[in-house]
């Protein structure tokens, strides 16, 4: 009996991760930014504005600016909106050709970042607005692309980057990548926007109420869709692919901690119920797996499994996952086959966060003091 339940967990848990996951590789070709359309003879869109909030990002802007400078649809103007910085963003930024604005002073109910993009807005001059992180890195065509994919769907676009790795520990982001495209959803799944890029008609925007309907809000991209929603505007996300990348944390291992601490309540609270259901079938069966075929590489008494029928259980998970982080990242094959060390890392940030949570602390980012419970307030705030 404990080995039929044991079965019933594990092949439970492949099923939602196969829903989870599979969907991916199905998809792959739908879900990716489409590519630049061959006889397209625009070179200059006088109506897109890029704004992009920087806080403290000296060093990884210029990356950014310049591949805008190498676009092949060249856009009216690009607003770098310094959100405080106490490093070299604003010098760096004007440096690198782009009109730098300071934000004026915040006012106590909004958050740094849906202040500085507000700021942006205002500011502008197109009548396409795009918001970028400073951490994005474009290919020559990714701007043609992301406008032609607006003009095609008609509302708001956004685009998940592709997570580019460089050091070993970066490789511990993919279970977090495969977390936020699922909650957010993408092509007609869409259920809010992804951050780091996205483009929106000036009109739109405003009549979504803009940054200042989610100013409290540190989840803005997710909430700035609902709006955009409830106001009957379509929504469609993309994969990045090889148009639209970034790499996140490259400052170290504590960064990456405290990024992902920050963002996994807002994400978990955003997340349909369904979809979180299946995500935690599938932890269940994969710790599962990786537990019994352990014990029997182990010798242990308590594998209830045979020996190979627990390592191709394990196999099986592993390679489900190989199929589908590779079209979040670079995760190789080496993320897939120590799954368990990934889980362990999430659940190390599952558990800070909660802890964090429910003492009322807080989690540094940028310099400001991130909340992840505001008493009485209900949900995760700005602390400074």
């Given at each position: 009996?404990?080995?039929?339940?044991?079965?019933?967990?594990?092949?439970?848990?492949?099923?939602?991760?196969?829903?989870?996951?599979?969907?991916?590789?199905?998809?792959?070709?739908?879900?990716?930014?489409?590519?630049?359309?061959?006889?397209?003879?625009?070179?200059?869109?006088?109506?897109?504005?890029?704004?992009?909030?920087?806080?403290?990002?000296?060093?990884?802007?210029?990356?950014?600016?310049?591949?805008?400078s190498a676009q092949?649809?060249?856009?009216?103007?690009?607003?770098?909106?310094?959100?405080?910085?106490?490093?070299?963003?604003?010098?760096?930024?004007?440096?690198?050709?782009?009109?730098?604005?300071?934000?004026?002073?915040?006012?106590?109910?909004?958050?740094?970042?849906?202040?500085?993009?507000?700021?942006?807005?205002?500011?502008?001059?197109?009548?396409?607005?795009?918001?970028?992180?400073?951490?994005?890195?474009?290919?020559?065509?990714?701007?043609?692309?992301?406008?032609?994919?607006?003009?095609?769907?008609?509302?708001?676009?956004?685009?998940?980057?592709?997570?580019?790795?460089?050091?070993?520990?970066?490789?511990?982001?993919?279970?977090?990548?495969?977390?936020?495209?699922?909650?957010?959803?993408?092509?007609?799944?869409?259920?809010?926007?992804?951050?780091?890029?996205?483009?929106?008609?000036?009109?739109?925007?405003?009549?979504?109420?803009?940054?200042?309907?989610?100013?409290?809000?540190?989840?803005?991209?997710?909430?700035?869709?609902?709006?955009?929603?409830?106001?009957?505007?379509?929504?469609?996300?993309?994969?990045?692919?090889?148009?639209?990348?970034?790499?996140?944390?490259?400052?170290?291992?504590?960064?990456?901690?405290?990024?992902?601490?920050?963002?996994?309540?807002?994400?978990?609270?955003?997340?349909?119920?369904?979809?979180?259901?299946?995500?935690?079938?599938?932890?269940?069966?994969?710790?599962?797996?990786?537990?019994?075929?352990?014990?029997?590489?182990?010798?242990?008494?308590?594998?209830?499994?045979?020996?190979?029928?627990?390592?191709?259980?394990?196999?099986?998970?592993?390679?489900?996952?190989?199929?589908?982080?590779?079209?979040?990242?670079?995760?190789?094959?080496?993320?897939?086959?120590?799954?368990?060390?990934?889980?362990l890392f999430f659940?190390?940030?599952?558990?800070?966060?909660?802890?964090?949570?429910?003492?009322?602390?807080?989690?540094?980012?940028?310099?400001r003091a991130v909340?992840?419970?505001?008493?009485?307030?209900?949900?995760?705030?700005?602390?400074?």
């Open positions: 009996m404990p080995t039929l339940w044991l079965l019933v967990v594990l092949l439970t848990g492949f099923g939602a991760g196969t829903l989870i996951f599979g969907v991916r590789v199905i998809r792959k070709s739908t879900e990716l930014l489409p590519p630049a359309v061959p006889d397209r003879t625009c070179t200059h869109s006088p109506a897109l504005s890029v704004i992009i909030p920087a806080r403290n990002e000296a060093s990884r802007i210029p990356t950014l600016l310049q591949s805008l092949t649809l060249e856009p009216l103007e690009i607003l770098v909106v310094d959100d405080e910085s106490t490093d070299r963003t604003a010098q760096v930024a004007g440096h690198h050709g782009a009109r730098v604005l300071s934000t004026p002073p915040r006012p106590h109910s909004w958050v740094g970042k849906t202040w500085a993009c507000h700021t942006g807005a205002s500011a502008s001059t197109g009548q396409l607005l795009l918001f970028l992180d400073a951490d994005v890195e474009l290919d020559p065509t990714a701007l043609e692309r992301i406008v032609a994919a607006r003009e095609a769907s008609g509302g708001v676009v956004s685009v998940q980057p592709y997570h580019r790795t460089v050091r070993l520990y970066e490789s511990f982001s993919a279970l977090f990548n495969a977390q936020v495209v699922t909650a957010v959803g993408v092509g007609a799944a869409s259920r809010g926007l992804f951050g780091p890029c996205i483009l929106i008609e000036r009109g739109a925007y405003y009549r979504c109420g803009g940054h200042e309907a989610v100013q409290d809000s540190v989840l803005d991209d997710v909430d700035l869709g609902k709006c955009c929603l409830q106001q009957g505007t379509a929504v469609r996300n993309y994969l990045g692919g090889n148009a639209v990348q970034f790499r996140m944390y490259p400052s170290g291992p504590r960064d990456m901690h405290n990024g992902w601490t920050r963002n996994f309540l807002q994400g978990a609270g955003a997340t349909p119920t369904r979809t979180l259901l299946l995500q935690s079938l599938w932890i269940t069966g994969a710790v599962t797996a990786a537990v019994q075929a352990g014990l029997t590489l182990a010798g242990s008494a308590l594998a209830l499994l045979g020996g190979w029928l627990a390592l191709g259980v394990y196999a099986a998970y592993a390679v489900l996952l190989a199929l589908s982080v590779r079209t979040y990242g670079s995760f190789g094959v080496a993320v897939a086959l120590t799954f368990p060390a990934h889980l659940g190390s940030v599952m558990l800070r966060a909660l802890w964090i949570r429910a003492g009322g602390g807080s989690v540094d980012w940028r310099g909340q992840l419970y505001a008493p009485g307030a209900g949900k995760t705030r700005i602390a400074e």
